[in-house]
């Protein structure tokens, strides 16, 4: 994924699926400087990481 399309779907209103390391997450920010974005595994929004972009993949 890219920063465009992750920014895309932290702007839905619609419910897009998003896993990093085969784990469901939600995106909270991303960072173009730094192509990372903050993310929180979907069942536990205390669990948050910062990852790399690229690594996010849209199901």
Not at 18 to 23: K, L
């Amino acid at each position: 994924m890219d920063t465009v399309r992750a920014e895309e779907i932290m702007a839905s209103t619609e419910t897009i699926k998003v896993e990093y390391e085969g784990v469901p997450v939600w995106i909270d920010g991303v960072d173009r400087q730094t192509n990372t974005a903050r993310v929180h595994v979907q069942n536990n929004p205390q669990e948050q990481k910062t990852v790399p972009v690229d690594q996010l993949i849209e199901r």
